[in-house]
């Protein structure tokens, strides 16, 4: 599916709130020489929020329950196949809850992103805040990165710290990191989109806008 030259016609992938689908549905919308436009927003659930946000920008949507399947791949064939009609060139993983083999990866190679709200290499998988929080730790944050077949592993395309408060609780904590994802995805997916993205085996380098 993906042309030969940056992507511009993306697909966000949600099973929450889709506050950060909102964030990168206001800033294409904000700026016109983002490079990119949301053509789709697919979920694995029903009651995703994101998907009245995506409604109300009047992009389309598709959604494929995780449980209608008996096995991941048979997942992952039917949200392909629901997503092929937009052409997407590209895919963003905004709060997507399902892991992603190489049956749906293979067809967007180092164009799947992902934001998680980690300091990747640390607390992976689906409970990072409440991992940060019960270690103890004093600064997490969040991590966008390239989508690879192991879970929030994949090439690091920018990161951004939050400091932890003594008195947090997961929700204070991730409302926080949050608010810099908002920030950072959009910023990584123009970079995507505007052809500023360059990957060196893990190493990925971000240059300025021209
Ligand atoms: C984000 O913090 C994301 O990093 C995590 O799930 C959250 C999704 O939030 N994987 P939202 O649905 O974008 O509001």
Redesign the pocket.
Known sequence: MPTSGPPSRLAVL??????????LLDATAADPGFGGEVVVVGTDRED???LARARDAGVATVVQPFTDHAERSDFERALLADLAPFEPDAVV?????RILSSTFLSAWPDRVL????SLLPAFRG?H??REALDHGVKVTG?TVHLVDEQVDHGPIVAQEPVPVRDDDTVTSL?RR??TV??RLLPTCVAALCQGRLHLDGRHVRLTPPG
């Open positions: 949600v099973s929450g709130s889709g506050s950060n689908l909102q964030a995703a929020g994101g993983l905004a709060g997507f809850m992902n934001t998680h709200p689906a990072a805040v969040c991730h990191i949050q994802e908002h």
